[in-house]
């Protein structure tokens, strides 16, 4: 069992919790995730690992209730323990001194590119990290952002804070001041991933992608994660979650993660038997 020991809402129902897991926080490193479940009924959910304490023996995760599964999640309070914690999972993101990084996160994907650009900065490098929401309201970590930042880009897509355009409107400003950046690393909503891919590859600038957002079990064994990298087929949690974001088909991606639209749309009303939870998708 797993002890929560904090529990902080960021914002409209985006959680942050500290979880008491001090083996997993010895091993952890940032772009790794783990695999969670409530309880013996619950969903299996994979979940990056937004951050780790080891001298406190703690792990964090951040998400946003979106189904039964997260919904259940989010009802736990601190002091709750959850049953099963596997982690850490997938590979590490190669973390090494090499110049100038910029570091992207849309909505939730601030969580898991936090301690990628902590490490990138303790590494030596130059940190210039870009997060984006839809409005300021669902900006989440500035803080912690700005503390591994030596240049922080705010973008909503309302112009409610900082730059109003995406985090390709930032990005494009940097590139065009002529910043040699030596790579950049994106996480957040695939369709992000992707225009962040597309307005790198012109320049040649190395960028490195995170597909944790479509992972399902977290072990290769489903095959929902399956994707097109270079011409070869990938699984995102056994094989990344982090690939050469432009070697990776976001085409193939994206028109295979819309083939269930009608029946989500369908099953939008369905109330789950056994949590009596509605989902919303």
């Known amino acids: 069992m797993f002890k929560i020991l904090k529990k902080e809402l960021l914002s409209p129902k985006v959680w942050l919790y500290d979880i008491e897991a001090p083996r997993i926080a010895k091993k952890a490193e940032p772009g790794q995730f783990l695999i969670i479940r409530t309880d013996e009924k619950g969903e299996r959910l994979p979940l990056t690992i937004a951050d780790f304490d080891r001298e406190k023996g703690s792990v964090s995760i951040v998400f946003q209730e979106v189904g039964a599964g997260t919904s259940i999640l989010g009802q736990l309070n601190e002091g709750d323990c959850i049953l099963d914690l596997v982690a850490p999972l997938g590979k590490k993101t190669h973390i090494e001194k090499m110049g100038t990084v910029v570091c992207i996160g849309g909505g939730i994907g601030v969580a898991p590119i936090y301690p990628i650009a902590r490490g990138m900065h303790q590494a030596g490098n130059k940190v210039i990290s870009i997060m984006g929401a839809k409005n300021k309201d669902l900006l989440i970590l500035e803080k912690e952002m700005h503390s591994v930042s030596d240049e922080l880009f705010i973008t909503t897509d309302d112009g409610s804070c900082g730059i109003k355009g995406f985090v390709t409107t930032a990005l494009q400003q940097i590139i065009d001041r002529g910043e040699t950046i030596d790579e950049v690393i994106a996480i957040g909503p695939v369709v992000m991933m992707r225009s962040v891919a597309e307005a790198t590859r012109p320049y040649k600038i190395k960028t490195v992608v995170s597909l944790n957002p479509i992972m399902v079990d977290g072990t290769g064994m489903c095959g ?8 070869e087929v990938k699984f995102a949690c ?13 085409n193939g991606l994206m028109s295979r993660q819309h083939m ?19 989902e919303v998708l």
């Open 224 to 231: 929902g994660c399956r994707v097109q990298v270079g011409g």
């Open 238 to 250: 056994v094989d990344g979650p982090e690939f050469d974001g432009h070697l990776v088909d976001f």
């Open 260 to 278: 269930y639209t009608d029946k989500e749309k369908i099953e939008s009303n369905h109330v789950c038997r056994l949590t009596k939870i509605k």
